[in-house]
């Protein structure tokens, strides 16, 4: 499973945080929205807090608790602050798989609560309630990667869902959610439309990447993941790759066996570093694609641009 582990003490701040929101906030939780109140949103981070925002436009208020583009959601730390947040909203919507496990602590804690997972929990049926979706589609295995945003048929599933839990808190603005949902899905399907230009274009062609947050979107374009398997598994361990593996990634990129290098910049590490630059001297296009938003865009927009930036590279080396 490529979900990386949390420190002891990210586990810790987690529980901590949690059992700050149970004795402020009790077993109360926040009181349910009328028809004219703004529902509360929490997502864990920016991506799926702007799913939320195109789905609930004006009658949502949304927050992000992991927003900032430079930072590593993997290793991210909750606070009480986060803990109250969470406490308090009408509709929380994370990730699951264990890549926000923040989120879960602090609901573990509290009750029920409305719950939007974009993946769903081991051996949990998805369409039980508050439970994830039914991701099985093209054969994708969520429990293999987590970083399902970047699946745009879950992102689509997800909206929908979001669509669901809004109507619930105010059934009066249920056909206004699913109108504004459908909005967004015809959006994400122009994406994937796009997705499917690479996979016909590009027939193929081979691709390093130096963490694989890009899993499901490279699969889906039909891209070869070439990155030596030694170097992934050590990334992923938050680990330093061996001498042999690091070899193995230059050699890969010195014999310009890719098309292109997906790049996490929100990953970086002095290996990371080293294979961006050996793949800029050897004139192959560096993509960077990331795990939150860039300030002021869009779930769409970014995607977009991404995808965009995807084509482009591999169209440089036809």
């Given amino acids: 499973m490529t979900s990386r582990s949390r420190s002891a003490s990210t586990a810790v701040a987690g529980l901590a945080a949690a059992a700050l929101a149970l004795t402020a ?34 009658a949502v208020e949304v927050e992000s608790i992991v927003s900032d583009p430079n930072a590593d959601p ?49 051996g949990e049926h998805p369409e039980g309630e508050h439970a994830g979706h039914d991701h099985g589609h093209a054969g994708h295995d969520h429990s293999v990667n987590e970083h399902v945003w970047y699946d745009l048929h879950v992102v689509h599933q997800v909206a929908d869902q979001v669509a669901d839990e809004l109507g619930k808190l105010q059934p009066g603005k249920a056909e206004q959610f699913h109108q504004a949902a459908g909005q967004f899905e015809a959006e994400v399907e122009a994406l994937e439309g796009k997705v499917g230009e690479i996979a016909k274009s590009a027939n193929g062609k081979p691709v390093i990447v130096t963490e694989p947050v890009a899993h499901y979107l490279i699969e889906s374009a039909q891209l070869r993941d070439v990155t030596p398997q030694s170097f992934v598994n050590a990334i992923e361990a938050e680990s330093d790759p061996s001498a042999a593996a690091v070899a193995e990634i230059q050699n890969a990129i010195n014999g310009k066996q890719a098309a292109a290098v997906v790049y996490n910049p929100q990953t970086e590490s002095p290996v990371t570093r080293n294979v961006r630059s050996a793949a800029e001297q050897n004139q192959i296009p560096v993509v960077e694609m990331t ?28």
């Fill in 74 to 122: 993997h290793s991210y730390e909750s606070t009480p602050q986060d803990a109250a947040k969470v406490t308090d909203a009408h509709l929380v919507v994370f990730n699951g798989g264990g890549y926000d496990s923040f989120i879960e602590e602090i609901l573990r804690s509290n009750g029920q609560k409305p719950t939007v997972q974009a993946v769903a929990d081991e």
């Fill in 291 to 318: 795990e939150t938003l860039p300030e002021g865009k869009t779930y769409v927009q970014w995607m977009d641009a991404q995808i965009t930036a995807l084509q482009s590279a591999l169209n440089q080396n036809r």
């Fill in 25 to 58: 906030c009790g077993t109360g939780g926040p009181t349910a929205p009328g028809p004219d109140d703004k529902i509360k949103v929490v997502a864990s981070t920016s991506v799926w807090g702007s799913v939320a925002q195109a789905v609930g436009g004006d």
